[in-house]
């Protein structure tokens, strides 16, 4: 896969220029916005090398107030150079789109800028970047609107994005669930695929199952055979007791605390569960992403660093990329206050060598 350590920065910094003038065209306008340029050329890449190259990564940016006001920003472009030096290779840029569409499904311009140039800043850290549609919300109650509006944002997402480097890479939907069923989903994929390769014929792109992504719902997925520029994404929170103690958004879990993990059982069962996921892929010859995956901030640090420890590794060893849930706000790996890495989370995601 291609390296962008060679990208001109001046030319990505005129980019930006450019991109921030367009910001004040109004959003009927910003479709007519042409394609973003950049100084690597789209390659075609197999799904299995371009994961070979994902490694280890981290989700960002997904409630960030950098979306509603750029001067607000928690995340900073420099953050990604701290990822890579960190030991990271990969980025999941989460974002929460449909809220920045107008009422014809326009993308705002203003939150387009921001993503360019949090894109553009990621490309040249040498990071793979993975746009994730995460709008879980509207998604899990109403599948028609879901679908247009998925359909409105894959197609602006991948027209402006059309000539980023194979290092960009388009991740449909997160965790599809609730009104999209497997049976829902399943039909509705291929729509939405069919709109993202009208411009990107052969760039990868990340599609997880219904039910969450969870990593044991893959026997309901179903995808097009003819398209071989897929890599599946799973995530893994078992068990949701340990994982979301005292999380206010999950009802089962919101009042447990105390929850320790780590016994030989509890390991046991992520090597088996992800046995599995390995014997789906290489029946199916889809290779994997583990998209997310983490432990609450509620739970004692000692069992979330043997429980992120034991996942990635579980992952690595079945040469499944992954990304950590996540960088700030909640299941912190990094802490803004002091601009600083969680240590002990670092550590167990990014074991020392020695
Ligand atoms: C959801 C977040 C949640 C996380 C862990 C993500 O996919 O979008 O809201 O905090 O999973 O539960």
């Known amino acids: 896969m291609q390296k962008l350590s060679n990208l001109n920065r001046a030319a990505i910094r005129k980019t930006i220029i450019a991109t921030l003038l367009f910001a004040a065209v109004s959003p009927a306008q910003a479709a007519d916005v042409p394609p973003l340029k950049f100084d690597t050329a789209f390659e075609t890449v197999d799904p299995y090398a371009q994961t070979a190259a994902m490694h280890r990564g981290m989700n960002v940016l997904g409630w960030d107030p950098v979306w509603q006001d750029p001067s607000q920003g928690r995340f900073q472009p420099r953050h990604f150079a701290r990822l890579h030096d960190a030991g990271f290779d990969t980025v999941r840029v989460v974002l929460n789109a449909f809220p920045h569409m107008d009422d014809?499904?326009?993308?705002?311009?203003?939150?387009?800028?921001?993503?360019?140039?949090?894109?553009?800043?990621?490309?040249?850290?040498?990071?793979?970047?993975?746009?994730?549609?995460?709008?879980?919300?509207?998604?899990?109650?109403?599948?028609?609107?879901?679908?247009?509006?998925?359909?409105?944002?894959?197609?602006?997402?991948?027209?402006?994005?059309?000539?980023?480097?194979?290092?960009?890479?388009?991740?449909?939907?997160?965790?599809?669930?609730?009104?999209?069923?497997?049976?829902?989903?399943?039909?509705?994929?291929?729509?939405?695929?069919?709109?993202?390769?009208?411009?990107?014929?052969?760039?990868?792109?990340?599609?997880?199952?219904?039910?969450?992504?969870?990593?044991?719902?893959?026997?309901?997925?179903?995808?097009?055979?003819?398209?071989?520029?897929?890599?599946?994404?799973v995530h893994y929170y078992w068990p949701i007791t340990f994982t979301h103690q005292g999380a206010h958004w999950v009802t089962e879990t919101s009042g447990l605390s105390g929850v320790t993990w780590g016994t030989p059982t509890d390991r046991a069962k992520v090597a088996t569960d992800f046995d599995a996921v390995k014997a789906w892929s290489d029946a199916h010859h889809r290779p994997i992403f583990l998209g997310e995956f983490g432990a609450y901030d509620r739970g004692d640090i000692v069992s979330r660093m043997r429980y992120d420890g034991t996942v990635a590794r579980a992952a690595e060893a079945r040469g499944f990329p992954w990304a950590y849930w996540q960088f700030d706000s909640d299941f912190i790996a990094y802490d803004m206050t002091t601009d600083d890495w969680v240590q002990p989370i670092l550590y167990a995601l990014v074991p020392p060598r020695g």
Not at 154 to 168: E, H, K
Request: glycine fraction near 4%; charge should be negative; charged fraction near 20%.
């Open 104 to 233: 014809a499904d326009r993308m705002d311009p203003a939150w387009l800028s921001t993503l360019d140039t949090m894109l553009t800043a990621a490309v040249q850290n040498g990071l793979t970047v993975i746009l994730d549609l995460h709008d879980v919300r509207l998604c899990g109650v109403d599948a028609e609107t879901c679908k247009r509006k998925a359909n409105a944002f894959w197609t602006q997402i991948g027209t402006r994005y059309r000539d980023a480097p194979s290092s960009v890479i388009f991740e449909m939907m997160n965790e599809p669930h609730g009104a999209l069923t497997a049976p829902v989903w399943n039909a509705m994929l291929p729509e939405i695929l069919a709109t993202i390769r009208a411009t990107n014929p052969t760039r990868n792109v990340i599609i997880g199952p219904a039910g969450w992504s969870s990593a044991d719902q893959l026997a309901t997925f179903e995808l097009p055979a003819d398209d071989q520029h897929i890599i599946v994404t």
